[in-house]
Nanobody
Framework: QVQLVESGGGLVQAGGSLRLSCAAS????????MGWYRQPPGKQRDFLAS???????TYADSVKGRFTISRDNAKNTVYLQMNNLKPEDTFVYYC?????????WGQGTQVTVSS
């Protein structure tokens, strides 16, 4: 099993930046994919970005150019740098970890962007 702990959410003004972190622990396989999603109220989670253990990143069109995903394999941690935040970026953000063992989710961290 894999445990994920997110941090870095909070309240920020429009145009500001936040950096989310997600630390994985437990049964970590060397080959894995970590990513970020966010969830509108009452809807399914939307994909934002993912990064392989080899460092290949993929982004949703909606966040390209504003969000950057990165990871530190030594710390089993993935980051999401979010710049030029907008009020419509206000959601709960979730970290995910996928490997041959399955897919695991963090508990979520709230990001609120004020206008």
């Amino acid at each position: 099993q894999v445990q994920l702990v997110e941090s870095g959410g909070g309240l920020v003004q429009a145009g500001g930046s936040l950096r989310l972190s997600c630390a994985a622990s437990g049964n970590i396989r060397s080959i894995n994919n970590m990513g970020w999603y966010r969830q509108p109220p009452g809807k399914q989670r939307d994909f934002l970005a993912s990064i392989t253990s080899g460092g290949i990143a993929t982004y949703a069109d909606s966040v390209k150019g504003r969000f950057t995903i990165s990871r530190d394999n030594a710390k089993n941690t993935v980051y999401l740098q979010m710049n030029n935040l907008k009020p419509e970026d206000t959601f709960v953000y979730y970290c995910t970890h996928a490997s041959a063992l399955g897919t695991y989710w963090g508990q979520g961290t709230q990001v609120t962007v004020s206008s």
